[in-house]
């Protein structure tokens, strides 16, 4: 027994022992706002490249991640590919509102609630929010 627990420490030992980090690297480059200083180690041999934003841009996200992402089906979540094939093929069978397929008809009465919904709430934006 004890052999075993010994066997199983010894193997996680192995698996943590400590690997080189990407921060322990000495070429880097950094960001700097306003009038900071690009920073080096103390006798000055290493080597930072710094880029220079203005102040004001120091608590923002950054330009580069404030730009929409353009959804292609690269980057599309699994959720909607998942809900665009529910949708294949929705011009007919079930859920459709067409005479053709097994159970056309049961997507009037869904489009007529989507349709009654919209007038209500189209209904109650012009009691509450009246045109002067």
Do not use: H
Request: glycine share 6%; with cysteine; aromatic share 4%.
């Amino acid at each position: 027994m004890r052999t075993i627990i010994t066997s199983a420490l010894l193997s996680l030992t192995a698996l943590t022992a400590p690997m080189p980090a990407m921060a322990q690297q000495t070429d880097r480059v950094l960001t700097i706002f306003g009038n900071d200083k690009c920073p080096t180690n103390a006798s000055g041999d290493e080597i930072v490249v710094c880029a220079r934003r203005p102040e004001s841009e120091r608590f923002r996200i950054p330009k580069e991640l404030r730009e929409p992402i353009e959804i292609t089906p690269e980057n599309q979540s699994w959720a909607a590919k998942a809900n665009n094939t529910l949708n294949a093929g929705a011009a007919t069978g079930i859920g459709s509102c067409s005479a053709v397929g097994a159970q056309g008809w049961t997507g009037c009465w869904a489009e007529q609630m989507r349709q009654a919904r919209a007038e209500t709430n189209r209904d109650d934006a012009a009691v509450y929010n009246p045109k002067r």
